[in-house]
């Protein structure tokens, strides 16, 4: 269970794996056998969540007044819904705490924002449902045709409407609290439905993150440099680490790591490497692959890794 630092936002990783998570569906591979026989080495889905403890402090202190203030809790975003959905929420029960009404049972999020439409990103949306979390009204930022696609897509109509559908587009931005901004940042990232893929920019009080998942090439996003070079930290899309690993094949909707610390070697000290396919050698704690990020100066996201922002 994590703990926070009070009067704070704070930035917290709660998985750093590609959609399918470690271990993947049907493989076989060394990691993946490791992950399977013991549970210490499994890999949750990348998803990221903002922790806001200020209102809880200030309250405590008897100063809250006006909508910045939240009672007694902290506020607690989740960015994206992933399969393991029920075990990033846990690592939350401390920062949540109890359920005001159910015995039992922790409180949920405050909202959830969707960067896009594919299973590592919506895969945990059912667990809301009556079958499993049953949410009250729990707010749902995402792009209005992803809202819409949601919503309409019959077999998943009873599993979300519990949620309270916020359509946010892209460039939109919803403040969370006294200096504390979301912004919908539109990203190139293969799209089955034409309902579009955000990166969120997530400006605090004192530093801001970027938070960018899935993006199909840095070449497809001419915003790509003065984007990651305008905050103070960039989590960003690691899924495979060279051609060597796809058997010399180019990636399909996702940059190259070799790529992306050559190209953004002058920012090496904001950019946090995420969303790790099963494949990627850089999961190999103490390879190669992992040294040469490290002495590239680049950071590799890990479960539990907190942010100031
Ligand atoms: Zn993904
Ligand atoms: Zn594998
Ligand atoms: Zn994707």
């Given at each position: 269970m994590l703990t926070f630092r009070d009067d704070s936002v704070t930035a917290v990783i709660l998985g750093n794996m590609q959609d399918a998570g470690l271990p993947h569906a049907g493989c076989t591979c060394g990691r993946c056998t490791a992950a399977f026989q013991n549970p210490a080495r499994e890999g949750y889905a990348a998803c990221l969540a903002i922790v806001d403890t200020r209102g809880k402090k200030r309250n405590t202190e008897g100063h809250?007044?006006?909508?910045?203030?939240?009672?007694?809790?902290?506020?607690?975003?989740?960015?994206?819904?992933?399969?393991?959905?029920?075990?990033?929420?846990?690592?939350?029960?401390?920062?949540?705490?109890?359920?005001?009404?159910?015995?039992?049972?922790?409180r949920q999020p405050d909202a959830i924002f969707l960067t896009h439409a594919h299973m590592g990103h919506i895969g945990g949306l059912p667990q809301l449902s009556k079958e499993a979390m049953f949410v009250n009204g729990l707010p749902l930022y995402a792009t209005p045709p992803l809202c819409g696609l949601i919503q309409q897509t019959k077999l998943w109509s009873p599993l979300v409407a519990e949620l309270d559908f916020r359509p946010m587009p892209s460039g939109a931005a919803v403040t969370l609290g006294e200096g504390l901004v979301v912004t919908?940042?539109?990203?190139?990232?293969?799209?089955?439905?034409?309902?579009g893929t955000v990166a969120y920019r997530i400006q605090g009080?004192?530093?801001?993150?970027?938070?960018?998942?899935?993006?199909?090439?840095?070449?497809?996003?001419?915003?790509?440099?003065?984007?990651?070079?305008?905050?103070?930290?960039?989590?960003?899309?690691a899924s495979f680490y060279s051609r060597d690993e796809l058997g010399g094949r180019?990636?399909?909707?996702?940059?190259?790591?070799?790529?992306?610390?050559?190209?953004?070697?002058?920012?090496?000290?904001?950019?946090?490497?995420?969303?790790?396919?099963?494949?990627?050698?850089?999961?190999?704690?103490?390879?190669?692959?992992e040294t040469a990020v490290h002495q590239a100066g680049f950071r590799i996201a890990q479960i539990g890794d907190q942010f100031i922002l």
């Open positions: 809250g007044r006006g909508t910045e203030f939240h009672g007694d809790k902290a506020r607690v975003y989740l960015v994206d819904a992933t399969p393991d959905i029920k075990f990033q929420l846990n690592l939350l029960a401390g920062v949540l705490g109890e359920h005001p009404q159910r015995t039992n049972r922790m919908a940042v539109p990203v190139p990232h293969r799209d089955e439905w034409g309902v009080p004192n530093q801001s993150l970027l938070y960018l998942p899935d993006i199909d090439s840095w070449d497809e996003w001419p915003e790509a440099e003065a984007t990651l070079s305008s905050v103070d930290v960039a989590l960003v899309d180019a990636p399909v909707a996702h940059p190259l790591v070799t790529d992306t610390i050559s190209r953004f070697a002058h920012l090496a000290d904001r950019l946090v490497l995420t969303h790790l396919n099963h494949t990627n050698v850089v999961l190999d704690e103490g390879g190669g692959a």
